[in-house]
């Protein structure tokens, strides 16, 4: 509201906020911003040189293990159905290979009750596995 300068009491207060001023300086800050972010975005560009080696290096072998529990419950090591005796057997044969110790992939059925899978897990843990993975279908 603009002052009006034809007022009967000229010495009362005005009341009303004058809120021109907080405008400017958001209309300010908006034009800084539009301005200074494409600038705060940009990185160094640098055209890299390309490779034309003779031969391609091979992508490093991994070494994962998948431990399945459908839905009755029954283990399978990769494809191969286990009991619970071979599983920890096939565990300690991991554990006991020298090496990179592999990631070992488990696939719980939905249905199937949490505690299978968690003995599985204590499985793992009881032979230092420490890799683990914990699979889940995506979407």
Not at 9 to 28: E, G, Q
């Amino acid at each position: 509201m603009a002052r009006d300068f034809k007022r009967q009491h000229k010495l009362a207060a005005i009341s009303d906020l004058n809120v021109t001023p907080l405008i400017d300086l958001a209309f300010s800050l908006l034009i800084i911003f539009m301005i200074t972010t494409p600038v705060i975005e940009q990185y160094n560009r640098i055209d890299l040189p390309s490779q034309n080696s003779i031969q391609a290096q091979e992508p490093p072998k991994l070494n994962d293990q998948f431990i399945t529990i459908d839905a009755d419950g029954e283990l399978h090591w990769g494809k191969e159905m286990v009991s619970t005796t071979g599983l920890q057997a096939k565990l300690d044969e991991v554990a006991a290979a020298e090496g990179d110790q592999p990631t070992i992939h488990i696939r719980g059925d939905r249905t199937l009750p949490y505690q299978k899978i968690m003995d599985v897990v204590n499985m793992l843990k009881s032979r230092n596995l420490s890799k683990l993975s914990l699979d889940t279908k995506a979407g």
